[in-house]
């Protein structure tokens, strides 16, 4: 008893405590009430047969038959729309937005964007159903919280509903002022590239952090900044383009400032959609620091060997200067770690 008494209130796995505890409290009321003449080591011996038996048979069927786990197929699964909302970006970018000369997109190309939208929708409501069944899980271990995963799931659908935005207004808004002069083009070149990356770093890196659980990193590339500084420098671009070239109809011009608006604006909401993401996911795996391996180091560290840990310290940081920590005066490893730090 005291040993899965220890176990289910100590562990980080306590269910294998709880049915222990069970099993004990179940054998030991049976034995007050069993049959006269059965013998109590046999009586005991079959009661616990039966609750191995079935505690073990359920176990081979979730982990073997029907390894089924709704919260963490959510999480697999908002990690692998955020993959998929960096693929339609990078191919929305590139067919849409930045193509080369004679590579307009066909009609084929439409259809096929459309068809993987019309999956990525439904990849959506695939999500939704299995926040349904978060609910019905037994929760042994601790409370699962589904606000932060359907905050989630809202806002990188209203990332991808930015993204179709983008598309349908590339198709009508052609910058060929921009694109067929190769001068304006390579200025724009440098711009083009970091805002793009900057949104495909955090897309990546956000994938990545929720399919194998590990923290966000604080600081993340600023697609916000990003976007602002090309968006100066096309203005720029076009003033001095403008200012030489020829005037246009008061029509087309009305049209193109149109599909310009909606089409800057989407990309902005992108990016905006991209922030929420980031602090949703930071939410629900955490924030990581430039020193949290340390910190984690440091109790095991600093009670064990204070010179090896102060060592390996002087090999991550060579040129700082740190006081050989002392154990007496060090109160709690975590906060001498901050202080070397």
């Given amino acids: 008893m005291i040993p899965m008494l220890y176990r289910f209130v100590q562990s980080s796995h306590p269910r294998s405590g709880l049915i222990g505890c069970l099993s004990f409290t179940v054998v030991s009321l049976s ?5 006269e003449g059965d013998s109590a080591v046999t009586f005991t011996i079959a009661m616990g047969l039966c609750f191995f038996v079935g505690t073990a048979v359920p176990i081979l069927v979730n982990w073997v038959l029907w390894p089924f786990v709704a919260r963490h197929e959510l999480r697999s699964a908002m990690s692998s729309m955020i993959f998929f909302m960096s693929i339609i970006y990078r191919n929305v970018v590139a067919k ?7 590579k307009e997109p066909t009609a084929l190309d439409i259809q096929k964007s459309e068809q993987l939208e019309g ?3 439904e990849g959506f409501l695939r999500i ?3 926040l349904e069944l978060t609910r019905h899980e ?8 589904p606000l932060p995963y359907s905050a989630l799931a809202d806002a990188c659908e209203r990332f991808f509903d930015y993204l179709i935005a983008v598309r349908q207004a590339a198709l009508f808004y052609n ?7 190769p001068v304006a083009s390579e200025k724009l070149l440098g711009y083009r590239r970091d ?10 890196i956000l994938a990545g952090a929720l399919r194998s659980q590990r923290k966000v990193p604080r600081y993340l590339p600023n697609a916000g900044a990003a976007r602002r500084k090309l968006l100066l420098r096309t203005i720029e671009i076009e003033d001095e383009i403008a200012a030489q070239a020829e005037r ?4 087309n011009t009305r049209w193109s400032d149109i599909h310009s608006f909606s089409f800057n604006e989407s990309l902005t909401g992108c990016i905006a959609q991209l922030e929420e993401l980031e602090e949703l996911a930071k939410l629900i795996v955490g924030e990581q620091g430039f020193d949290d391996d340390l910190k984690e180091d440091a109790v095991d560290q600093l009670r064990n060997n204070p010179l090896e840990y102060k060592k390996r310290l002087k090999q991550i940081y060579p040129n700082a200067i740190l006081p050989i920590p002392k154990l007496i005066s060090c109160p709690t490893p975590s906060v001498h770690a901050q202080n070397i730090l």
Avoid: C
Avoid at 248 to 251: E, H, T, V, Y
């Fill in 119 to 121: 999956h990525i929708r």
């Fill in 31 to 35: 034995l007050h009430n069993r049959p």
């Fill in 128 to 130: 939704r159903q299995l």
């Fill in 175 to 181: 910058p060929g002022y921009i694109r067929d002069n």
């Fill in 138 to 145: 037994i929760r042994l271990r601790a409370p699962f919280d």
């Fill in 248 to 251: 246009i109809g008061s029509f």
């Fill in 96 to 102: 849409y937005v930045y193509f080369e000369e004679g």
């Fill in 195 to 204: 805002a793009v990356a900057a949104i495909l770093g955090n897309l990546y």
